[in-house]
């Protein structure tokens, strides 16, 4: 059985180091993996998303401000400049990263203007009916509110993009109706609390990332050493430890998370 996946998150603007584009596509390619979800975190950096969308069949695109991203700009300017990109390109499958990140940064935004900001961009995702890509590092609180209060207006499609926690955590987000999706983490032998989310979550409630270039699964760390950057073609690692927590075949996973994507993000 051909093994076909989807990348559901990865960063390749930020991949600015050896192999080339082309090099890390053909290599995700000859790993099984079919279709990539390229994801823009700032206003500088959606152009260089849009092209690679552009000039690769099977790379789409979410569009987003991540939580710390575009402090110079007003949240009205933000909006407008983002609500006009993301009308450029039919590749646009989803708005986001974006969500709330209350990890420390020295030039955070303060909690009360990243909810703002966070609530803008869901805003835009129901009026163009995309899905939303959310970004949650110790902002669970602040992501249900806002996503529960949105969805008694509109119904649309989340995904908890990276999900680090517990399953009581993961409950919460499926009883709104959201995805989970699975990065390295998964594979990590600190995150062991992942593979009972793993085994627990519905079959057609999950995706599978690398989240590139972070986040590298733990057997990928020697071969890539001393680059140590995460690519595409790791996702199949991160479906392999979806599948050994699930207690089922890659073949499985890869199917199943495969067909969720399609589902999610509208591809065909």
């Given at each position: 059985?051909?093994?076909?996946?989807?990348?559901?998150?990865?960063?390749?603007?930020?991949?600015?180091?050896?192999p080339t584009l082309e090099?890390?596509?053909?290599?995700?390619?000859?790993?099984?993996?079919?279709?990539?979800?390229?994801?823009?975190?700032?206003?500088?950096?959606?152009?260089?998303?849009?092209?690679?969308?552009?000039?690769?069949?099977?790379?789409?695109?979410?569009?987003?401000?991540?939580?710390?991203?575009?402090?110079?700009?007003?949240?009205?300017?933000?909006?407008?400049?983002?609500?006009?990109?993301?009308?450029?390109?039919?590749?646009?499958?989803?708005?986001?990263?974006?969500?709330?990140?209350?990890?420390?940064?020295?030039?955070?935004?303060?909690?009360?203007?990243?909810?703002?900001?966070?609530?803008?961009?869901?805003?835009?995702?129901?009026?163009?009916?995309?899905?939303?890509?959310?970004?949650?590092?110790?902002?669970?609180?602040?992501?249900?509110?806002?996503?529960?209060?949105?969805?008694?207006?509109?119904?649309?499609?989340?995904?908890?993009?990276?999900?680090?926690?517990?399953?009581?955590?993961?409950?919460?987000?499926?009883?709104?109706?959201?995805?989970?999706?699975?990065?390295?983490?998964?594979?990590?032998?600190?995150k062991k609390y992942l593979?009972?989310?793993?085994?627990?979550?519905?079959?057609?409630?999950?995706?599978?990332?690398?989240?590139?270039?972070?986040?590298?699964?733990?057997?990928?760390?020697?071969?890539?050493?001393?680059?140590?950057?995460?690519?595409?073609?790791?996702?199949?690692?991160?479906?392999?430890?979806?599948?050994?927590?699930?207690?089922?075949?890659?073949?499985?996973?890869?199917?199943?998370?495969?067909?969720?994507?399609?589902?999610?993000?509208?591809?065909?």
């Open positions: 059985m051909d093994i076909n996946l989807i990348d559901s998150h990865a960063h390749l603007p930020h991949l600015t180091n050896k090099t890390l596509l053909t290599g995700a390619k000859d790993w099984g993996v079919e279709k990539i979800i390229n994801i823009g975190t700032d206003l500088k950096e959606h152009p260089k998303v849009l092209e690679v969308c552009t000039n690769y069949q099977n790379v789409y695109c979410g569009l987003g401000i991540y939580p710390n991203a575009e402090r110079d700009k007003t949240l009205a300017d933000i909006v407008t400049k983002l609500e006009a990109t993301l009308q450029t390109n039919p590749k646009v499958v989803a708005v986001g990263e974006c969500g709330i990140d209350n990890t420390g940064w020295s030039n955070q935004r303060p909690l009360s203007e990243q909810e703002e900001l966070f609530e803008a961009q869901i805003v835009l995702a129901i009026k163009y009916k995309l899905p939303l890509i959310v970004h949650n590092r110790n902002g669970t609180e602040s992501v249900i509110n806002l996503l529960r209060a949105a969805g008694k207006n509109a119904p649309f499609n989340a995904v908890i993009h990276c999900f680090d926690a517990d399953w009581a955590t993961a409950k919460r987000f499926l009883d709104l109706g959201l995805y989970i999706s699975f990065s390295g983490f998964i594979t990590r032998t600190t593979t009972g989310v793993a085994q627990k979550v519905p079959q057609d409630m999950y995706l599978v990332e690398t989240d590139s270039p972070y986040i590298l699964p733990q057997s990928a760390q020697i071969e890539v050493s001393p680059n140590k950057n995460n690519e595409p073609k790791y996702v199949r690692i991160v479906a392999q430890s979806v599948a050994k927590a699930r207690g089922t075949t890659l073949e499985e996973v890869a199917y199943q998370s495969y067909t969720n994507s399609c589902k999610f993000f509208a591809l065909h």
